[in-house]
Each structure stands twice: as C-alpha cells, then as structure tokens.
C-alpha cells in the first residue's frame, strides 16, 4: 500500500505515453549529458592535487582538505537539488529548468581553478582552489542531478533501460578517451626542456579552457536536445503538491533510504567511494613516479577505451542471460583482480624495467580491460538503480528519481571526501618530495606507494562486494513489481483482466 508523501499526501503524477519505443537520437542526446561529468571527474583526479601541490608548491594535505571540503559542500547540495527537482513544477518540467541555468558558468568555474593570480600566498591559493572547486562541484551538482533523473524516467522497460544507460556511458567514454588524448598530444606535450608534459604549467590554462567548453557545450547541448522529451516525463499533477520546503528534503531522503534494496547499494557506494576517492586523487602520482610515465607515455592511455568500445554491444547480450546483479558482481571480482595484479608483478620482478615500451604495452591493455569491465558495471548498476525506483513506487506511490540519484551522489561524495584526505596523508606518508622529478624520488618511497595504493587499498573492496550478494531484485522480482504498478495505475488486477478476455 502506498505510503503519505512526506509532509503531505500521496502524490499523483501525469504524463504522456510513448507510442513507441524510444528513438536511437533520443538516447544520443540524453547521453550527451555525460559530458561535463566525465571531463570533471577526469581533470579534478587527474590534475588538481598534480598541479597545486608539484607545480604551485602547495602542501599536498593543504590541497586534499581544501578538495575535501569542497566535495563535502558539493555532497550537502546533493539532496537539496534533488527534492527541488522532484517537487518542481513548470513549463519545462522537473529537471530541464536546473540543467539550463548550471550550463553556462560551470566551464567558467572549472577554467578559474588553473588560473589563480600569480602574487597569491600558499594560504590564497588554499582559498582559490576551495572557492572555485565548491563552484563547479555545486553548478555540477544543479545539472547532473536532474540530468540522471531523467535517464530514469524515460523507460519503464527492464532491458530498455539498459540501453538508455550504454548510450550515456558510450558517449561519456568517447569524451572521456578524447579529451586526455588531446590534452597530453597537443596541450601539454613533452619538451626538451620538461620531458614530464603533466609537471609543464604552460598547459594548464590551455587545458582548462577546454575543459570549460566541453563542460558548458555538454550540458547545454543535453538541456535544449532532450526539451522535446519534457512532455514524456513525469510531472505532478497539481502545483499545490509540488511546493519546496527546505525541512522535508532530509524527510525524502529518510524515506528513500527506508528501502532496504536501495540502502544496500548505498552503503555499498558509500564504502566503494571512500576507497575509489583515495586511490583516484593519488592515481597521476602512481602513473609518473611508480611507473615513470612521461606524457608521451600518456597520451596512448586512451587505446585502452578499445576495451570499452568491445564491451558496449555485449552488455544487451550479458542482461538477457544473467541477472544484474551477478553482472556487477562478476565484474566487480574482475575490477579487484585487475586492481592489484600489476603492482604485485612489478615487486616480484615480472614486469619489463620502466622506460621499456613492452611496460607501455601491458599497462595499455591492462586498462582495455579495466575499461570493458567498467563500461558493463557501470551501466548495469545505473540500471539497477531504475529497477530500485519502480520498488520504491510501489511501496510508497511516490517517484524520487532525483532523490535517489543525489543520495548515492550524497554517500559517495561525502566519504570520498575523506578519501581525497588520505590521498594527501598518503602522499605526505611515504615521504614523496614536492617539486621533484621521478628520478629524484627514492626507491624506498616508491615502493611504498606502490604497496598502499596498488594492494592494500584495493583489498579493501572485498567489503562492498560481500554486502553486493545481498542485492534481491531479479528479473522475476522487477517483472512482478512493474504488473502490480500497472495494476494500480488502472485499477484492475491481472486476474480481472484475464476474466473480461474473450
């Protein structure tokens, strides 16, 4: 039976039905809000901590407190735009007004961030990273939101849904192979004079420029390609049931963690994140002091998207014959082997000297791998999120597409924040010099960076995957969900239906 509306009563929705099934352009454009996400993500983990603690001389734990804080910032917002765009009513519907108004200054943020004033004091430059890093997290905030509300709204269909989901992660891995090759070919290539192109800071203005524009481009593009769409989406029916009040937001997402389906896979996010955000923030330091990879080096990383581009027309194939969750399962046991083989090979000796092309080959097609089994975990759990939704309705009457997007966007930015901490705390640990070349880094110091950041953390997943075999809503489970759902909407059982057939 469904439950009261938090603070009011149950609320009803309208919308208009497809009649037919969802167009390749639709999912196309819908996908191309992938964009401004990918390159953030990329460019925050790739070369904030690189750029203000080796080339401005910051403290690196400086710098992590202040990516931390901003992400913290970034994580409170998370579930404020959420029940804003669940309850909004307008002419454009929930979503698409948000989306527009983030679009424009979200690539001014992101390029302010490389382009401190140059008589700033380590303590200015704190600020100015803190300033404009909360910025674009929470502008990021205002647009994917609503953005990825939207991928769950346009198809109740099980294996639809799926679809939609391959083409926002097609899309994103296009950009998000792309963009890193432009940068380390054309932005910032290696010279005679700095051979390590990432350690050069006359890129970095060129870099973040571009960064800016793919970011506006993205999110503008998405927002004015998927208006059409508005009239397919859910809407409430009435402006009165609709009103934002700032006291009901932590009441919606109490509700939606009152699932247990869903606070499983939060809890789950919420630990993989604390991992994944440690790990990511000192990931360009394993590339450039562990392996020794010049920016030359760099620039063939994104062949490894070829995994990800064989993957893609298999994951229709992988949902037909298993369920979604021994997919995330099976490709999260791969990620945790993948994770921890290469660092393990290097310390027993197996693995070619750095410098050696053969190295460059192995860590390519190490990361196809990485890639592939990426692509398919990450469309079949953006699935599964769907799936959770249409539980929830059921339980409850309510649609909270945004809600449960910004909670797990909440849970992992959040703990991942203190990950960003310990990046710093790790960096600072084993003892890595500021401003030094790969060549001047100890080998004692680059072993154990290798031990934490290739082993010991990735063990760690071994938890969100125990807690992953818990998951319960199979095919059956969701088939049975969507009958009953229908069931209410028009008021007449399956066994009703079979009796007035001829």
Known sequence: MASERPGGATPAYVRRERGAALSVSTKLYQGIGAIPDTVKNWV??????????QILGVDAVRVSVALAIALVFDAVTDPLVASYSDNLHSRWGRRHPLMLVAALPLGVAIFAIFVPPAELSPTGLFWWLLAFTALTRGLMTLFFVPWAAIAAELSDDYHERTSVMAYRFAVGWTIGVSFPFLVFSVLMPGTEAQPVGQLNPEGYPWMALCAGLLLSGGALATTLLTRREIPYLRQHAAQSATAFQLDSVFRELAQALRNRQFALVFVVVLLTAAIGGTTANIGVYMMTFFWGLTTEDLRWFPLA???????????????RRWDKKHIVLACACVSLLDGIALVNLRFLGVLPDNGDPRLLVILVGMGAVAAAVAVIQGIIGASVVADILDDHELRTGYRQEAMFNAALSFSGKAVSGLGIILGG???ELVALPTQATPSEVPSDTIFRLGLVVGVLLPLLYLIPIALWSRYRITREAHAEIQTRLRERRTGQTTAERRAQAP
């Open 44 to 53: 925050f983990t790739t070369f904030i901590l690189l750029y203000y603690n």
């Open 305 to 319: 998207a070829i995994g990800a581009i064989v993957a893609f027309p298999f994951v229709a194939a992988v949902q």
């Open 425 to 427: 705390v790790i960096i």
